[in-house]
């Protein structure tokens, strides 16, 4: 089956790292774009960046740029989110989502990682 | 940053005709994608290409592009529709993704 698995829920304090992460599997995961998506709570969609995990070419949103990191490892599969220090802003459920190959929609979603950043 | 807007909200009655706008410099040089997404659940690919249908999703769902605006149009609405619609697209320069600020389609 193609699909994307996101690792589960993190509640984390204020100022402590994370890496949250998203497997491909069904399908060549070096071939194709893995795109993240933030969503604040009640808040609309947000394109974070984009990686291509064949080469690890990375692009990122300037709006988080700088504050996120996106990274991936072809050899197991799988896309990275990081932070190096959370903020309660960071709180939103993250979604990865595989890009067409030629053309720039997300075909393929993963469920989403809810991140809840609390004192 | 390049951005894309949407109307915050379209409210429509049952069998009627639904329609969600979303404006952007670059439209005419990018193609234009449509999600529809429920609560809960992760967006789902409605149109794409301005106004291809993927498979699965129903006929009533149709979308075209006039200059810098493209619609998503909603024939026949349904209850099951209600839901928040976003556009998505691409910068000029091909490089990045952007997300309009989505539209929530009530069903009255």
């Known amino acids: 089956e193609v699909q994307l698995v996101q690792s589960g829920a993190e509640v984390k304090k204020p100022g402590e790292s994370l890496k949250i992460s998203c497997k491909g599997s069904?399908?060549?995961?070096?071939?194709?774009?893995i795109g993240w998506v933030r969503q604040m709570p009640g808040k609309g969609l947000e394109w974070m960046g984009i990686i291509y995990p064949g080469d690890s070419d990375t692009r990122y949103s300037p709006s988080f740029q700088g504050q996120v990191t996106i990274s991936a490892d072809k050899s197991i599969s799988t896309a990275y989110l990081q932070w190096s220090s959370l903020q309660a802003s960071d709180t939103a459920m993250y979604y990865c989502?595989?890009?067409?190959?030629?053309?720039?929609?997300?075909?393929?979603w993963g469920r989403g990682t809810l991140l809840t950043v609390s004192s | 940053s390049y951005e894309l807007t949407q109307p915050p909200s379209v409210s429509v009655s049952p069998g009627q005709t639904a329609r969600i706008t979303c404006s952007g410099d670059?439209?005419?040089?990018?193609?234009a994608y449509w999600y529809q997404q429920k609560p809960g659940q992760a967006p789902v690919l409605v149109i794409y290409k301005d106004s291809e249908r993927p498979s699965g999703i129903p006929e009533r769902f149709s979308g075209s592009s006039s200059g810098t605006t493209v619609t998503l149009t909603i024939s026949g609405v349904q209850a099951e529709d209600e839901a928040d619609y976003y556009c998505?697209?691409?910068?000029?320069?091909?490089?990045?993704?952007?997300f309009g600020g989505g539209t929530k389609l009530i069903v009255l």
């Open positions: 998505q697209s691409a910068d000029s320069s091909g490089t990045l993704g952007v």
């Open positions: 670059a439209l005419p040089k990018q193609y």
């Open positions: 989502a595989r890009r067409d190959m030629t053309l720039w929609y997300f075909d393929l």
């Open positions: 069904g399908y060549s995961f070096s071939n194709y774009w």
